[in-house]
């Protein structure tokens, strides 16, 4: 049982707004506020060389929790300012060539769709999309009959950007270690909201961000590569802290995961990160996860009995976010009126997700999502909000 009380005092931005866009941006807590403000005030105290050296400990903490969280090792761990540029440092290592093939599902993210599609294009190698199955998620058993010896990488959206689905990640691994496939996987909207297993789920590379449900700073993401996998790898770009210049004009690429990473970087966010990431597992990720399916499942139903309100969200198993449109009243309508009321979610469209708004016809919609810390004043305003909106809206 999360200590709500606790959680919301922790929570300073509770106070201003009905916080409901935590698949874009999570209120922090304080103690992850204060790790970042406390190291940006020492950098203006002593010089940032200097605060960087007198606080390594807390910067190189990072990566043990964060191995701690994925139950990896802290040398298969990078700590990279996106889970953007996170993915791509992975993804652009792989020597694809013509008659490659790469599978991804319906869930892919837009910036992953175009590295791929930039990628195949330069190289010959394709894409292929593996079907859903009948509940919205990707088809395992089709993913498997589609595996065989072109297939040099499976792409795999865990949650997606654009709806509360979780993809049945740990099947997509099992098929994927069996034919001896590459499974990276875009973690970006689990990590925090569900437990993450590298082992468990079968995943060889896995991409993460800050700000979202581990509620850490903007500006900081991660990347997990498994051991063996690293030193195959060769970062698509490499600086001085990714690889050491040699006297005779040569380079030796460091063998961790850190050859992922560049020199200059944020000390004060990934510090930040590695406190919100302790944070997240001192109250314990599964009670994290127990307690967002319940607020999404209260909010999903409120807003069912709203006439006029459609909910987008399909799969046999839903997390955080809650997609709905109005009728008659355009996404960005919905949001800004929601905002005027101290209520905050965020719209998608279907630039976003083009491989599961496009065949659905789903041009775009509102994108709600709850966490832990959120209660049930803040599902009442959303809810009443929409009310309004519907009430207000002209008629068809
Ligand atoms: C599924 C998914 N992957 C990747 C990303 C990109 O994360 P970042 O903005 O940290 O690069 C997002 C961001 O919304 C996302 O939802």
């Known amino acids: 049982m999360i200590d709500l009380q606790r959680v919301r005092a922790d929570t300073p931005g509770v106070a201003f707004v009905a916080h409901l866009n935590n698949a874009g941006s999570s209120l922090p807590p304080r103690q992850v506020h204060d790790a970042v403000v406390d190291h940006l005030q020492r950098e203006a105290e002593i010089g940032g060389y200097e605060a960087a050296r007198e606080r390594r400990d807390r910067w190189e903490h990072t990566y043990d929790a964060l191995a701690r969280l994925l139950n990896a090792g802290r040398d298969e761990i990078a700590v990279i300012e996106n889970a953007t540029r996170a993915w791509d440092m992975a993804f652009y290592a792989f020597p694809f060539a013509p008659g490659d093939r790469i599978l991804t599902g319906r869930a892919e993210y837009a910036s992953n769709w175009i590295a791929l599609k930039q990628v195949t294009d330069r190289t010959g190698a394709r894409i292929d999309v593996v079907p859903d199955d009948e509940h919205g998620q990707i088809d395992v058993a089709a993913l498997a009959s589609m595996l065989d010896d072109d297939v040099k990488l499976v792409s795999l959206v865990h949650v997606p950007t654009q709806s509360g689905l979780v993809n049945p990640a740990a099947e997509v691994g099992r098929v994927t270690r069996e034919a001896g496939v590459p499974l990276l996987l875009d973690a970006c909207q689990s990590a925090g909201q569900l437990p993450l297993d590298v082992d468990e789920l079968g995943c060889d590379i896995l991409s993460g961000t800050g700000r979202k449900f581990l509620r850490g700073p903007r500006g900081t993401g991660f990347l997990y590569v498994r051991r063996g996998l690293i030193e195959k790898l060769e970062p698509p770009l490499l600086d001085m802290r990714a690889a050491d210049w040699q006297p005779d004009g040569t380079y030796t690429i460091r063998s961790d995961a850190r050859r992922f990473e560049n020199w200059e970087t944020y000390y004060a966010g990934k510090i930040g990160l590695g406190v919100a990431v302790d944070y997240a597992l001192e109250i314990g990720i599964d009670s994290i996860r127990a307690r967002i399916v319940e607020l999404a499942e209260k909010l999903r139903a409120a807003l069912r009995e709203i006439d006029g309100v459609t909910l987008l969200d399909r799969g046999a198993v839903l997390a955080a976010t809650v997609t709905f449109t109005v009728d008659g ?38 994108r709600s999502s709850v966490h832990y810390y959120n209660d049930d004043s803040d599902l009442d305003r959303l809810v009443e909000g929409v009310k309004e909106i519907t009430w207000t809206r002209s008629p068809a």
């Open 329 to 366: 009243v355009s996404p960005d309508e919905v949001q800004q009126r929601l905002e005027q009321r101290g209520v905050n979610v965020s719209t998608m469209d279907a630039s976003s997700a083009q491989l599961d708004y496009g065949p659905r016809g789903i041009a775009e919609a509102v």
